[in-house]
């Protein structure tokens, strides 16, 4: 078993930062890809930023050069640094890695977490 669990979201005035934190807890052998998707209201879930074991990054086109996603692999954390949030931004913003657990057998995990909610005001 794997679990993620995302901290850091809340209510922030555009212009603002913040910075999101996801830790994986359970039995880990390795994580992959660790990354961010949101989701506002009425739309699909959306990429936001991936980071791979070795430090190989990809961001959403809607967030390159406003918000940095870095990793500590001996933590099992990924962080996302946000700054100049817009209104645009708001959504629940949802943790997943590819998590490679030697728990019981070799199993293989897309594990997801609950997600935290950001909310930006104008």
């Known amino acids: 078993q794997v679990q993620l669990v995302e901290s850091g979201g809340g209510l922030v005035q555009a212009g603002g930062s913040l910075r999101l934190s996801c830790a994986a807890s359970?039995?880990?052998?390795?994580?992959?890809?660790m990354g961010w998707y949101r989701q506002a209201p009425g739309k699909q879930r959306e990429l936001v930023a991936t980071?791979?074991?070795?430090?190989?990054?990809n961001y959403g086109d809607s967030v390159k050069g406003r918000f940095t996603i870095s990793r500590d692999n001996a933590k099992n954390t990924v962080y996302l640094q946000m700054n100049s949030l817009n209104p645009d931004d708001t959504a629940v913003y949802y943790c997943?890695?590819?998590?490679?657990?030697?728990?019981?057998?070799?199993?293989?995990?897309?594990?997801w977490g609950r997600g935290t909610l950001v909310t930006v005001s104008s």
């Open positions: 997943h890695a590819d998590i490679l657990s030697l728990g019981g057998g070799a199993v293989m995990y897309d594990a």
């Open positions: 359970g039995t880990i052998f390795s994580i992959n890809v």
């Open positions: 980071i791979t074991s070795g430090g190989s990054i």
